[in-house]
T-cell receptor, first 114, second 115 residues
C-alpha cells in the first residue's frame, strides 16, 4: 500500500530555533500533501494544503510566516516551524494523496520546544 | 458547515468483547465521503475505510464492520471479538465531494482492550 514517510519522528530543541520536518511519499507521486497538527488527546486540525509547485493554502488562524511549507516535488513537502516557541510544541502529521484516492498519513513528528 | 461528532471519548472493553464506536456527521454536501482511521500509541494514522455517500451498503473486513445510515447521519464502526492490539484512538472523518480534500476529523474515541 501507499507509504508516506515523515522525518524526523521526534525533535527537541531550544526556543527560537527553526525546525524543518520532511514528508515524503515513497511509492507514489502525491498531487497534494496536507499538514495537520494534533495537541495531546485532541483531534487533528488541518494547518495547510499544498500542491506541488504552487503556494500552500493555509487554514484560518495558521500563520503562514510561522509555518513555512515548501512542496518542491511530487514526492516531497517540508514544513518549517520558524523561531519555534514552547506553544508550538505539538504532534505534526502530514498526509499525501493521489487524485481520487484517500489520504495516507506519515508517522508524525513530535516537536518539543524547551 | 461540516462537523463530525464522536460522543464516546473513551471506551474500555475486555478482550473478545464486541465494541461499537459511534460517529455522527453534519454536512451540506450531497456528495461526501466518510472515513475511519486508527491511531495506535506510536502515533501514525492508519487508514481503515472510505465510504462515499451514495453507497449505504454495510461493509465487513475481518473483525471490522461499518454501518452507514444516511437517515441518521451516522457511520458507526464495530470491532468483533476485540483484541489487545485494537487498543488505539479511532478517528472518524468527513470530506467533501472529491473524497480526498480536507478531512474534518472527529475528536476521536480512545479504545482500551483489557486482556
Amino acid at each position: 500500500g501507499a507509504v508516506v514517510s515523515q522525518h524526523p519522528s521526534w525533535v527537541i530543541c531550544k526556543s527560537g530555533t527553526s525546525v524543518k520536518i520532511e514528508c515524503r511519499s515513497l511509492d507514489f507521486q502525491a498531487t497534494t500533501m496536507f499538514w495537520y497538527r494534533q495537541f495531546p488527546k485532541q483531534s487533528l486540525m488541518l494547518m495547510a494544503t499544498s500542491n506541488e509547485g504552487s503556494k500552500a493554502t493555509y487554514e484560518q488562524g495558521v500563520e503562514k510566516d510561522k509555518f513555512l511549507i515548501n512542496h518542491a516535488s511530487l514526492t516531497l513537502s517540508t514544513l518549517t516551524v520558524t523561531s519555534a516557541h514552547p506553544e508550538d510544541s505539538s504532534f505534526y502529521i502530514c498526509s499525501a494523496r493521489v487524485t481520487g484516492s484517500p489520504q495516507h498519513f506519515g508517522d508524525g513528528t513530535r516537536l518539543s520546544i524547551l | 458547515a461540516q462537523k463530525v461528532t464522536q460522543a464516546q471519548t473513551e471506551i474500555s472493553v475486555v478482550e473478545k468483547e464486541d465494541v461499537t464506536l459511534d460517529c455522527v456527521y453534519e454536512t451540506r454536501d450531497t456528495t461526501y465521503y466518510l472515513f475511519w482511521y486508527k491511531q495506535p500509541p506510536s502515533g501514525e494514522l492508519v487508514f481503515l475505510i472510505r465510504r462515499n455517500s451514495f453507497d449505504e451498503q454495510n461493509e465487513i473486513s475481518g473483525r471490522y464492520s461499518w454501518n452507514f445510515q444516511k437517515s441518521t447521519s451516522s457511520f458507526n464502526f464495530t470491532i468483533t471479538a476485540s483484541q489487545v492490539v485494537d487498543s488505539a484512538v479511532y478517528f472518524c472523518a468527513l470530506s467533501g465531494p472529491t473524497g480526498a480534500n480536507n478531512l474534518f476529523f472527529g475528536t476521536g474515541t480512545r479504545l482500551t482492550v483489557i486482556p
